[in-house]
């Protein structure tokens, strides 16, 4: 073909990335420490990631980006790819690594999907970096558990702890939507389904458990396939289970994983069925995908109060959020807020530019009531011992709470 | 092992299951069909076409939005019937028209290049539309019925004890017609005898005088139409649009298309049919992340003993 100089003209776009690649990269003072997040900030989750990036920066706003002696430079990594519009091994690999290589990198808030958490813990705990999930909270990530014998310790090569959460563990999420369909609802007959990943397969065993445990009949547990669009068949099928139709269906999945298709066709073909979502769903956008008349027919759970019924250093928390970004936050805005206010006190307390005292300062928080969402602690394990849980339904596309229940009360018999 | 005919419950399963897979057979097919004639004229595997069905839903719902602007909310009746009919009239020529755009643009260039390369710049026409949708729609999936409710979720007749509803038979009532006419348009009419032609023999249509662009232009704009026309039906009855439906529909019938045979349009309808009862059913009667393994199971073993397809024929040997 004829040379043009309209080739050029085609080829110049790609070649601004290289040629400008190096304008952002000022030298970092000695001094600085950077706390890296990675969170999915492309596709569905987006919108509650933005608000929990959101509470981060006021975390350390609120510092004025100084704390002791030190600099702090917030990263906010991506680790999702918006050819799968979720998150993805390579993406959060990536951030791992390129965490550990940095190293002004002291502290690494995230991830958002257990299933990312998985993939990343062995590579920092190798490197003493400390994480901080606002949201991960499958429970075989640090508690010993009888479908996995290896874990937690795989994601601890080590041997020493360095991943830590700031929401409550899925053992006691999943009874808790059992809980609320037997004590609440006063419903029967419950149907399962799970969208085959870490988080959704987990919980959804989780809430198996605690429903046999409160005497209610399970149909079934099944895994659906999330690459379907929609799920008429699967629908018409637990409609004609023996017996009649479930009065219950519990999704152990996420927005991302078709939770919101799940809720339309189970209200299109089952007029007296509710369904009960874990926290994957607890956002806007879950809302969106479900379409209309989901009032009363589908409920969340969700680890943690929700922002409208936070009191006290919460309810500022809430104040100022909306006066700085003139939105609501979403119910993990906290959750992003109190994780780098943990981050911080820890990098406080220590004033050394060292990832093992900083790690070891962060599992050893005690107490701690600086955050928005009361006083509470890590345990022996990095998780933390707040657990209230909040049920919300849905109205005019919005969460509403329902019902606040402790995930430690016990169950009735 | 399957109790397909037993009384009580598990009976009207497999009504139900069958009045759905006839449904997702013919969105199926629909969208087998843009596969299906392109290929058959040029021999190309039109990958972006799932994409540009996916832009049509993306159309779908923005039309749908600005009616409830103009109108004020709508719901099942007489506003809602008239906005339905306007989505089946826009969308698929939307859809048609982009298709040719692409054709223009994209694939006629390269029509004297080796096969590969129109293969792989379908690719990147795919990719080009995933982005475009994913600027329009956003990231996150999106349902229709937030904004209206164009067609009721109630039940529009019973045949013994299976409900048809009516999301169901809008589909069947748009989509049969449309392959009536289809067949008649390739079978009995000039252009129909052109694309034939063409399809033939690309060469010697050319020494007899057919303009082949124009033929080739046409079968774009027919398939594009055909994904708009899906992509209508399909919004109405799922709901829920995100910018990567395109992909997994896409492939669904993809396969369809060769499972009936690529190039042949009887066998593209077949194709997705069978897909279609094959989707339901093995949600029904399987467990549902089964399903794509069915599928692409039956694929295989018809592949092994019909490598061309239940209705192809062997192409021809180009010297």
Known sequence: MRFRWFH????????IPFSAGCSGCNKREANTIVIVSSLPRTGSAKGQTDTMVNGIKMAIDEYDGKVGDFKILFQDKDDAEASSGQWTAAAETANANAAVNDKDVMVYIGPYNSGAAAVS????????????????????????????????????????????????????????????????????????LNDNERYGEGIAKEFEAGARKLGLTVLGNEKINVAQQEFGSLMTKIKNSEGGPPDAIYFGGTTQSKGGQVAKDMIKSMPNCV????????????????????????FVTFGGQDPTRLTGAGKTFVE?????????????????????????????????????????????????????????????????????????????GNFVPVKELNGLKPSAP | MLPLLADGNSGNLFWELLVNGLVMGSLFALIALGYSLVYGIIELVNFAHGDLFMLGAAMTYTLTALAVSWFGVVTPGGMSFAIVLGLLLIVPFFCGGVNVVIDRVVYRPLR????????VSALGVSFVLVNIGQLW????????????????????????????????????????????????????????KAMRATAQNLVAAQLMGIGVQRVIASTFFIGGYLAGL?????????????????????????????????????????????LGFIYSFGGGYSQGNWVDALIFGVLIVLLIFRPTGLLGSRTREKV
């Open chain 1, 8 to 15: 050029i003209l085609l080829v110049f776009p790609f070649a």
């Open chain 1, 121 to 192: 813990m062995p590579i920092l705990n190798k490197a003493g970096i400390a994480m901080i999930s606002p949201a991960a909270t499958a429970t075989g990530l640090t508690k010993k558990n009888a479908d996995n014998k290896d874990e937690p310790d795989i994601y601890r090569p080590s041997g020493k702890l360095n991943f830590t959460r700031v929401v409550p563990t899925d053992d006691l999420q999943g009874p808790i939507a059992a809980r609320f369909i037997a004590e609440e609802l006063k419903k029967k007959r419950v149907y399962v």
């Open chain 1, 275 to 298: 369904l009960l979502v874990p926290d994957g769903c607890y956002e806007k956008a879950f809302i969106d995908s479900a379409g209309a008349g989901l009032e009363g027919r589908v």
């Open chain 1, 320 to 396: 100022k959020y909306k006066e700085k970004y003139k939105t609501d936050p979403e119910a993990y805005a906290v959750y992003g807020y109190e994780a780098a206010k943990v981050a911080l006190a820890a990098i406080k307390k220590v004033n050394k530019k060292d990832r093992d005292a900083i790690r070891e300062a962060i599992l050893g928080t005690k107490n701690f009531s600086e955050g928005a969402i009361g006083t509470w602690s890590f345990d022996e394990n990095g998780d933390t011992t707040a657990q209230i849980f909040t049920i919300s339904e849905i109205k005019n």
């Open chain 2, 112 to 119: 004297q290049s080796p096969r590969l390369v129109p293969l």
């Open chain 2, 137 to 192: 729609i956003g990231t996150a999936p999106v349902s229709l019925e937030n904004k209206a409710q164009l067609v009721s979720d109630a039940s529009l007749t019973q045949i013994g004890e299976v409900p048809i509803k009516w999301k169901d038979a809008v589909v069947l009532i748009t989509v049969v017609p449309v392959m009536i006419g289809l067949t008649w348009l390739v079978k009995f009419t000039r252009m129909g």
């Open chain 2, 230 to 274: 899906a992509a209508v039906v399909y919004t109405l009855k799922i709901g829920r649009i995100e910018y990567q439906m395109g992909f997994q529909n896409g492939l669904y019938a993809f396969t369809a298309a060769i499972v009936g045979g690529i190039g042949n349009i009887p066998g593209a309808v077949l194709g997705g049919l069978l």
